[in-house]
Structure formats: C-alpha cells, structure tokens
C-alpha cells in the first residue's frame, strides 16, 4: 500500500498487457492473419481502466495478482471487442482507435467481425482455466464470474447498451434514459470489472458486496459522463480516437443533456457518491478511491 | 430407448425449442428491437443437430433432461449466432437462411451484429447458471463446460476456421487443409455438443471419452462433407439456404476436391469410422448411432 498510484497503476498496466500477450495466441498460429489481428487490436496501448478496477477491488478481499490476471484480462477481452465491432462501418465507421488504424482499416472488415468474435470466447476461455492462487472454492467462483461477465455482456448489458444508443440517435433522451443506455453500454462493464476482481478473493459479507456494487455503479456512470465532457473539450490528438464524434453524430450526450457546466457538476457529485459507498473498507479501498478520482480528473 | 429415432428427434427438437423460448429475453424488454431479433434468429426453424447430438451424448453418462437443456441451448446459441455473422455484407453476403430473411435484411446490420454477440454472451449466461438435476460436482462440471464451448467458438476453433474460409476463397486446398478448415469450422461445434452433452451426466472413464470424442471428430467431418454434397445436389428450397453457394463462391469443397462419387465415397468411410466408434458404448449410444446415420443421409 505504501506505493504511489501513479507507480502501482504503471505495474497493472504493465502486468496486464503481459497477461494478454500470454493469453492471446500467438501471431504465427493457425489463422495467422487473425491471430496477428486480435494482437494488433489488444495489445500496446489503451488505459486499462477496467483492469485496473479489477486489480483494485481485489485488494479488498485480499486476491492474489496470480488469480486477478484472469478476472482482469477477460473483462479487458470484452472491452476490446466491442471496440473492434463497434468501429465496424455499419456501427460507427471509425478510423481511429488508441492512436492507430482501426482493426477494420489495418486489416478487413470480416477480419474484424471474427477478432470480435474471437476476443469474446477467448474472455471465457480465460476465466475457465485453472485459477491459479485462487480462493479454495474455485470452480463455484468461476462460474460465479462467467456468469457476471456474460451477463455484463450480452443484450441485457454492454450490448444492449449499444443496441439502446443506436436507436436514439437524432432523438432527444431524457436523464433516466441517458443513464440506462450508459449503465448498460458502458456501466455494465465497469461494474463487472470490479465484481470480477472482489471474486478473485475472501469471499464478502452480503453488505459490503452491495456497498461494493454501489461503488461500481457510479464509477461505471461517472466514467461516461467524464468520457461525455472529454468528447467535446479535449482534441483527437490527445484521446487517440476521433473526438466531438458524438456530436456531431446527433448522438444525446450529457454534454448535450447538461450543458458542459451541468455535466461538470454532475461528475463532481458522482465521485463524491462513489466514494462514500467505500466508507466500509477502510484502507483496504485506497486504489479504488484513487481510481475514482483518476477517473474523474483524467484528461485523455 | 423404446421410442422411434423419428419421434425421439421430434421430442428433443421440440424441447430444445422451449428450453430456447425461455432462455431468450422475452421480445417486449428494453432493448426490444434487439431481443426481437435475437429471437427471430434463433426460434422456429432448424434442424437443432448440436442439440440433438448433446442429448444423444448424454444417453452415454445417463444425463437428465434438465441438465442437457442447457449444454444443448448454450452450443445452439453459439451455432446461431455464428450464421447471423456468418451471413452479414462483409462475410457471405446472404438473404436466406432457415427459409426466411437472414437477420441483416429482416432488421438492419448493426442488429445483426448485435444479435450475433449476445447470442455468443447467452451461451455462457446459461452454461453458468444453476445447473438443474447435474452432477453432484456441477460447478466444476460446468467450468469445463465452459472450456469447452470457448475454446470450440474461438480462433482456435469455430471463428479460427472461418478465418480460413475466407482466407481460402479462390484457392486450391488439399484434402488434409481442407480438413483442417472444416475440423475448425464446423467439426469444432460438433464436437462440443457431443462433449457438453456427456459432462452433463456421470463421470467417464478416460477410455471411453477418448472414444467419444473420436465420434465427435468424425461426425464433425462427416457433416461438412454431407452438407458440400447437398450444397452441390440439392435446391434452395429444400435447403431453406441458398443453394450452390460455395461453389459459386469458388470455394474449396470435398466434392471439388474429390469429385461427387469421391466425396459420397469418403462420407460412408466416415459414417463407418463414426459407429466403429460407438463400439465400447453398447446400447448406451444407440441415439448416438442413430443420429450418426441421420446425418449422413439427410437429405437436406
């Protein structure tokens, strides 16, 4: 714990993306071009938000780096994919991702299809594999976590987010319809990131679980909100993907819902809310505490 | 095992049927274009051959209904999702599929896309709940269910072998690499279904999973040499897909490879491999037999 966030998030970050050059096949095996792709599409860049959530909620219930590579490069596997399919032409045809061509671009677009589609097995290959250092009733926590990771996933997560965000295009939202396609397309995730590494672990009294759940949903939801205001205030050059491309493509925001003050605001309160549910933990939520305030003053 | 082979495919594909109703979300929930779709995509047609296979598997462990429903949906929904993708613009470009409309014509693109991805987050979801009647170790079961269908649906499988596909367009293939192709493509899937049917009954011997999984293998192959006989023999109206395709396509096919007699020839060598197979089962895989037979007769 003695160790300064700025040092303690470069060593998840640096440990992750080991993780998954491991995890992931090699570029010379049989479908080399799209085993090549899916390396292209995962490795060397991006923030590792949801990973490192992983890595700070198992600090928690005291989970070892060995258990938490799983839970932290399966939700990294998901997140990827949806990237790659969402950049696809016929979602939002984007050339730009993490500073470089897009895996569609790079590659092709049936390539792209099945990197997506090969991240999301590779996500449940990784978490049905022996837990390395896990907690001693392993295979019932596994099955915990893929059951929280596909349902983050699928139409009734992540996915139904963007199914959500697809149909209002050009249509006003209002705030508790903004937060559900948010809560889905992106909350979603985050919130199993978190989970996902607590389950790596001591198992949790129920409380805490839920006061843990409570943290994740406004960090999940302050995420989008700061993603909302950096859309129109940052440049392209700094996100390293295309910026003010939800406004212009009439897509509601909070910025557009709020006005960028009100947005600012309401960032503001979220991270005071997310915060507060840590009040149980005590030292053992240092990192995420400081993940949340990462989170809210980050600039990229 | 009194029942017909007719009437026993009839009842599973009827319980599958059920079992895929009630998995599904219902139409009406938020996001309800997408769960419409995925329901489109998914109820009312097809011949559930991976369904049925996992049933006749778990003859071989004496697994109940109850448990099979799940392998069965979980390994379905993954075969769904692969023709929803499978038939987009960027991939094969199709308009019929099970005698209606492919999913991107009757909805849109970006549905099909996400209607593909949740169906693969569906399968997980339902190998990771409660496994109703299963073993007595069934978290530990259903992790390696898990294993298997991820491993079965990834670019080491099913999506690897789609990637060759594509890759292959145009190409002359040797039998051993066309093999290997389909062995991914197709054989993958097959083999899971076997093999997630049989977890969900008694421990087997390693003798016996040994000679489970060689009729697996081979019942895998002698699918897609069936299916490139019909391809070539059959109409799209028989088919309920379009007919002719592959070839159309110039893609490699057992029967450009091998001619039609050669091709006919090399099915009934599988079709006898495939029972020799069954031998160490008795009356334990008499499904399994039957379905073998099934599948290298069908005549569509």
């Known amino acids: 714990m003695s160790q300064a966030f700025p040092e303690w998030m470069a060593e998840v970050q640096a440990r992750t993306e080991a993780a998954l050059a491991r995890y992931l ?26 990973p490192l959530l992983a890595f700070a909620a198992g600090e928690i219930t005291g989970a070892l780096p060995e258990a938490l590579d799983a839970a932290a490069c399966a939700v990294e596997c998901i997140h ?17 991702r993490r500073g470089r ?24 290959d990784i978490l049905s594999r022996p837990l390395r250092c896990g907690p001693a009733d392993a295979p019932t926590r596994q099955i915990e976590m893929v059951r929280v990771l596909a349902r983050a996933s699928g139409s009734c997560g992540m996915a139904g987010g963007q199914a959500i965000d697809l149909a209002s295009v050009g249509k006003p939202l209002s705030q508790p319809e903004l937060e559900l ?12 990131a978190v989970l996902l590494g607590a389950l790596c672990g001591k198992a949790m009294p129920e409380a805490e679980h839920d006061a843990l759940d409570r943290f994740a949903k406004r960090a999940g939801l302050l995420f989008q909100v700061v993603d909302d205001i950096l859309d129109c205030t940052a440049s392209t050059a700094t996100l390293g993907k295309t910026a003010g491309k939800d406004a212009a493509a009439d ?23 997310a915060m507060a549910s840590l009040a149980p933990f005590g030292a053992r939520s240092q990192r995420l505490a400081e993940l949340a305030a990462f989170i809210a003053h980050r600039k990229f």
Chains 1, 2 share one sequence.
Do not use: N, W
Not at 25 to 50: C, D, F, N
Not at 85 to 94: K, T
Not at 107 to 124: I, K
Not at 181 to 192: S, Y
């Open 25 to 50: 096949p090699v570029a010379e095996s049989i479908p080399a071009r799209l085993h090549q792709a899916m390396r292209y599409s995962t490795l060397g860049g991006g923030k590792r938000v949801r």
């Open 251 to 273: 897509k509601p925001t909070y910025v557009s819902l709020l006005g960028l003050e009100g947005a600012q605001r309401f960032a503001g309160e979220l991270e005071s809310e």
């Open 80 to 96: 990827v994919y949806s990237l790659v399919h969402d950049d696809m032409p016929c979602m939002d045809d984007d050339v730009l």
């Open 101 to 124: 061509a897009t895996c569609h671009v790079e590659y092709d677009e049936p390539t792209a299809l099945l990197v997506g589609d090969s991240l999301q097995s590779l996500a449940f």
């Open 181 to 192: 396609m948010h809560a889905l397309k992106t909350g979603a995730l985050i919130r199993a």
